[in-house]
Structure formats: C-alpha cells, structure tokens
C-alpha cells in the first residue's frame, strides 16, 4: 500500500513523458510542412546585458546599418517542395488556412490586404495543390519562405540613407544539382544556395 503512491506518481511521470514526446513528434510534422524552426532569436530584455531586447520583427524595421548583399532564385522553393507528397499535399488542401503559408508571412500577407484564397489563386489558379504541379508549388514556397521576405527588406532599407544595398536574382539550369538528385531531374532551373559557387570563389569538398 505504501508503495502506490509512488508507483501512481511514477505512471503519471511516464503518462507525462509520452504526452511531450507526442506534442514533439507532432511539431515536428508540422515543421516538416510549414518549416517553422524552434530555434529563433528571443527577447532576452531581463539579462544583465541583454542582445536582443524587442521582438525580431520589430527589431528588423531598423533596417540593416551596413552595405549588403541579398538575392533569391527563381526556383528557391524547390528547397522546401522536397519533402511533400501525396499525402502532405492532401493534408495541406483540407486545412488549407493553417498548413499552406508559414505564419509570418501569413500575418504580413494580412497586413497588406491579401488573403490566402487570393495568394493560393495567383500561383495555382485553379489547380489543387498536388505533386503533378510541382511547377506552381515552387513558385509558391518561393515566394512564402525567400522572395516576400527579401523584398520587405529592400522596402526598409531604401529608407535609410547612406547604405548600400545589393539586391540579385539568379537565373540559371543546371543539369546537375543537389536538388535534382533528391527530386529528380524534371525539376527546373537552381535551388536555394545554388548561386554561391558562381559568385564567390569557394570550392565544395
């Protein structure tokens, strides 16, 4: 009898373990979908000496202090379409207001008067959201994780003076890449971080 409460607080303590190790799995799929990373820059204001003291958001509309360089290519999203198929896709379709654009750029899209339904028919038209338009989903992803994003930067520096911003855009097919040994050969032009070999003087081991 003495040991029952203890043997119930430990079952309650599994019961517990097994709850977050779902929760997890459960991010993770979602993470698998929305490429939400857990691992952000966070308000550190209650340090002694804090880094970062107001929300990344806010801190990003003062613009960057020194001359930089920023780009995106035309096929960027085929980064993000590698890990969907048929099933994902179909996931994605039946709640389409939560698992089709990440939550920033949801907000933002919000901010300027667009809605998802408005976004979903710039890219796809009509078509569903499936493998066989892989085509619509990069330009898709493209523009949800790399382009809107990068030109919202620009927007803010063009506002501060005396700063110089580079801003490129990488068009070029390549036939052999990282992104169509994974996807395969159909999937056109470069992806995410194809560009660098060809503008720094860098060699891949």
């Known amino acids: 009898t003495n040991k029952q409460p203890g043997l119930q607080i430990l079952t309650e303590s599994f019961l517990g373990i097994n709850l977050i190790v779902y929760q997890i799995s459960d991010f993770f799929h ?22 970062l003291t107001k929300a990344p958001q806010e801190a990003v509309k003062n613009g960057i202090q020194v001359s930089c360089m920023c780009g995106y290519l035309t096929e960027d999203g085929s980064i993000c379409a590698s890990p969907l198929n048929d099933d994902v896709c179909n996931e994605i379709n039946a709640d ?25 028919q710039y890219y796809f038209d009509e078509l569903p959201i499936a493998f066989e338009n892989m085509d619509e989903i990069i330009d898709a992803f493209g523009a949800i994780y790399f ?5 919202n930067v620009i927007e803010i520096q063009r506002k501060i003076p005396h700063v110089s911003v580079y801003l490129y ?3 070029y097919e390549m036939n052999d890449t990282f992104t169509k040994k994974i996807m395969g050969p159909h999937v056109k032009g470069t992806c995410h971080g194809e560009e660098l070999e060809f503008l720094f003087h860098s060699k891949l081991a």
């Open 169 to 171: 855009k990488f068009e």
């Open 147 to 151: 382009t809107i994003g990068i030109h």
């Open 30 to 51: 979602l993470d698998t979908i929305l490429f939400i990373c857990p691992f952000l820059p966070s308000v550190d204001s209650k340090a002694k000496n804090p880094f």
């Open 96 to 120: 389409i207001n939560n698992l089709f654009i990440h939550p920033t750029i949801l907000r933002y899209l919000k901010e300027h008067n667009v809605s998802i339904n408005d976004f979903k």
